[in-house]
C-alpha cells in the first residue's frame, strides 16, 4: 500500500464557490480523519470517521463543512461558499482501531487551500 | 480548557543532542504522540507513550512523566534533514488528538 492520498494537493478558488476534496486512506484502516492546519500551528480537528459512520464532529467547524465516507473507505470534504479564511491545508489521516486500542494515524500529503 | 505547550522554535547544531519539551492539561489522557513535520509537507509519526518512562528507537527518544503532565523528545547526532517543526499531541479521554502549535528546530552546520 502506498499511504493515505489526497486530491487535488493544491486548490486555489474564488470567495463564495464550493470546492470538495477527496482522500483515500490506507487499505485496512478504518479510522479517518480530517484536519485544517494553517501556517505555524498544530493540526486542528475537524471530523472522523469510523468505517462509514462520522463519530464527531469539531463545534469549530459551521455548517458550510461537511464530509462523507459513503463505503467506509475514501472520504469527500466539501466546503461550500469559500470564505478567505477558510485558506488552509486540509490533512486526511487514517488509522486502525484494534481491539486494545487505536494507535497511531498516517496523514497524506494535504491539499492546499486558497481563496482569493 | 486543554493546552499543549512546547518552544517555537529552537536552535541546534549539526551533530549535537537537542531536547524538546512538551508540557500538557487534558481532560484525560491516552497516550502521548511525537511527530515530525518538514515544511509543506504532511507530519510522519515518530514516538508512542502511554507509560512513565523513556522510548528509544534509534538516534530518537521520547520520555514521558503523566504524574507531571510532561513529555520531551530527545534527537541525537543531529542531521541538516532534521531541521522540521516536531509537534506534540495527546489523545484524550475521547481518543481524541489535542495537537501542540510544534516546534520548530533549525540545525546549523
Known amino acids: 500500500d502506498t499511504g493515505v492520498s489526497q486530491n487535488p494537493r493544491h486548490k486555489i478558488t474564488k470567495r463564495g464557490q464550493n470546492v470538495t476534496f477527496r482522500c483515500d486512506p490506507i487499505?485496512?484502516?478504518?479510522?479517518l480523519y480530517w484536519y485544517r492546519q494553517t501556517l505555524g500551528q498544530g493540526p486542528e480537528f475537524l471530523t472522523y470517521?469510523?468505517?462509514?459512520?462520522?463519530?464527531?464532529k469539531s463545534r469549530l467547524l459551521s455548517d458550510r463543512f461537511s464530509a462523507e465516507r459513503p463505503k467506509g473507505s475514501f472520504s469527500t470534504l466539501e466546503i461550500q461558499r469559500t470564505e478567505q479564511g477558510d485558506s488552509a491545508m486540509y490533512l486526511c489521516a487514517s488509522s486502525l482501531l484494534r481491539t486494545e486500542g487505536d494507535y497511531e494515524q498516517y496523514f497524506g500529503p494535504g491539499t492546499r487551500l486558497t481563496v482569493t | 480548557g486543554q493546552n499543549i505547550d512546547q518552544p517555537t522554535e529552537m536552535t541546534a547544531t549539526e551533530g549535537a543532542i537537542v531536547q524538546i519539551n512538551c508540557t500538557y492539561q487534558t481532560s484525560g489522557f491516552n497516550g502521548l504522540f511525537w511527530y515530525q513535520q518538514h515544511a509543506g509537507e504532511a507530519p510522519t509519526f515518530l514516538s508512542y507513550?502511554?507509560l512513565d518512562g523513556l522510548e528509544e528507537k534509534g538516534r530518537f527518544s521520547s520520555f514521558l512523566s503523566r504524574s507531571k503532565g510532561y513529555s520531551y523528545l530527545l534527537l541525537k547526532e543531529l542531521q541538516m534533514k532534521d531541521s522540521a517543526s516536531y509537534l506534540c499531541?495527546?489523545?484524550?479521554?475521547?481518543?481524541?488528538?489535542?495537537w501542540g502549535a510544534g516546534t520548530k528546530l533549525i540545525i546549523k552546520p
Open positions: 499531541a495527546v489523545r484524550d479521554s475521547n481518543y481524541q488528538l489535542i
Open positions: 507513550n502511554v
Open positions: 470517521f469510523q468505517n462509514e459512520a462520522q463519530l464527531e
Open positions: 487499505s485496512e484502516h478504518n479510522r
